[in-house]
C-alpha cells in the first residue's frame, strides 16, 4: 500500500528553522514528482513547493522563496523540506503529496492540488514566541 508519512513539524519561534521530512512506504520514489502543501486553521490547503523525481526541476510560492529549500534523497526515499526564517504565518499543518502516477518529467511539478493523489496525514508547524 503506497502511504507517505511526514515528520519534523514542531513549535518554534520566529525566525527558526524546522526541516520536514516526507517519507515513502509501499512504492519507491525516484519515479515521483512530490509536493509539499500547507493547510492553515480557517484557509484552504494551498501549494507550497515542488520537486520533480530528479530535482532539476523545482517550484515554490512566492511567500517562501529565499527561505525554502526542497530536496530529495531517492536512496533514503525521502523528500525533505528545509524550512528557515519561520514567520507566524507559516503556521499550518503540513503535507507531501505525490501524483498518480509519476510525474512530469522534467517540467515544474504543479503547485495545484488536484493533481495529487497521494497524500499523508500531516505535521504541524506552529511559529510563535
Known amino acids: 500500500q503506497l502511504q507517505l508519512v511526514e515528520s519534523g513539524g514542531g513549535l518554534v519561534q520566529p525566525g527558526g528553522s524546522l526541516r520536514l521530512s516526507c517519507t515513502a512506504s509501499g512504492f519507491t520514489l525516484d519515479d515521483y514528482a512530490i509536493a509539499w502543501f500547507r493547510q492553515a486553521p480557517g484557509k484552504e490547503r494551498e501549494g507550497v513547493s515542488t520537486?520533480?523525481?530528479?530535482?532539476?526541476?523545482?517550484n515554490y510560492r512566492d511567500s517562501v522563496k529565499g527561505r525554502f529549500t526542497i530536496s530529495r534523497d531517492n536512496a533514503k526515499n525521502t523528500i525533505y523540506l528545509q524550512m528557515n526564517k519561520l514567520q507566524p504565518e507559516d503556521t499550518a499543518v503540513y503535507y507531501c503529496?505525490?501524483?498518480?502516477?509519476?510525474?512530469?518529467?522534467?517540467?515544474?511539478?504543479?503547485?495545484?492540488?488536484?493533481?495529487?493523489?497521494?497524500w499523508g496525514r500531516g505535521t504541524q508547524v506552529t511559529v510563535s514566541s
Open positions: 503529496a505525490a501524483p498518480g502516477v509519476g510525474g512530469w518529467g522534467l517540467r515544474v511539478p504543479p503547485l495545484s492540488e488536484e493533481e495529487y493523489a497521494y
Open positions: 520537486i520533480n523525481y530528479n530535482a532539476v526541476s523545482i
